[in-house]
Nanobody
Framework: QVQLVESGGGLVQAGGSLRLSCVVS????????MGWYRQTPGKQRELVAT???????NYADSVKERFTISRGNAKNTVYLEMNSLKPEDTAVYYC?????????WGPGTQVTVSS
């Protein structure tokens, strides 16, 4: 049974930093494409960043130069380092895994950036 659990969200002032973590179980993590998404009330969930099994990363334009996605295969964990946070980064952040063409999501972690 595949499970994803995010952590690391919280309240931070604009300009600050947070590091999100997502621990994955029930699959061969090292061969899994992972991603971070976010959602605010009334809006669709949007891509933040993805990372392939080989470590190749892609980012939404809105977070380039500020966010960094990485993975620690030994710990079955994907990270999202968020710097220079802005109030518009406020959202629930979700971890996603693609396994055998199926999508798996974590329950999400709230990030709130105050101005």
């Amino acid at each position: 049974q595949v499970q994803l659990v995010e952590s690391g969200g919280g309240l931070v002032q604009a300009g600050g930093s947070l590091r999100l973590s997502c621990v994955v179980s029930g699959t061969i993590f090292s061969s899994t494409t992972m991603g971070w998404y976010r959602q605010t009330p009334g809006k669709q969930r949007e891509l933040v960043a993805t990372i392939s099994s080989g470590g190749g990363a892609n980012y939404a334009d809105s977070v380039k130069e500020r966010f960094t996605i990485s993975r620690g295969n030994a710990k079955n964990t994907v990270y999202l380092e968020m710097n220079s946070l802005k109030p518009e980064d406020t959202a629930v952040y979700y971890c996603r895994a693609i396994i055998e063409n199926r999508l798996y999501w974590g329950p999400g972690t709230q990030v709130t950036v105050s101005s």
